[in-house]
């Protein structure tokens, strides 16, 4: 492994344990808070999520992606590499079609139905972390 390849591997074996362990804190904790939130300022909490929550996951996230593709591709598509991007388009997947309009139903208010699925949809996010985590443990040992 070069020097540049062995940053870059760093750099996204760092962004992947940190969305891991976020993505867990947000399924266990923070999603199922929402019940919990008065009414009258769900739409206030809701919309302070979605702009903060932003700033911490995008450069991340995007680390992780462009990370994650540079390492794909200067491994030829070996299949520890190749199965670690599959995890990435899972989890970007997910967010675009299920996380995302989620958040945009909720910016209009409480809707517990949302919620539901929310929490349930972000279980393909959480476990395909989890499961990246390791497989890039297992690439570092």
Request: charged residues 10%; aromatic residues 16%.
């Amino acid at each position: 492994m070069t020097d540049l390849s062995h940053f870059i591997f760093t750099i996204h074996l760092a962004s992947t344990l940190f969305m891991t362990g976020l993505i867990w804190v947000i399924q266990l904790l923070h999603y199922p808070s929402y019940n919990y939130i008065q009414l009258e300022k769900f739409k206030d909490y809701q919309n302070f999520h979605t702009n903060r929550i932003t700033y911490i996951v995008g450069p991340v996230m995007l680390l992780e992606v462009f990370s994650g593709i540079f390492l794909t591709l200067q491994n030829d598509w070996t299949t520890l590499y190749t199965l670690n991007f599959i995890g990435l388009c899972i989890i970007w997947l997910s967010t675009l079609f299920f996380s995302i309009p989620a958040h945009n139903k909720l910016n209009n208010g409480f809707n517990g139905q949302v919620i539901s699925n929310l929490i349930k949809t972000n279980w393909i996010r959480t476990l395909t972390w989890t499961i990246r985590a390791i497989l890039l443990l297992d690439l570092l040992f």
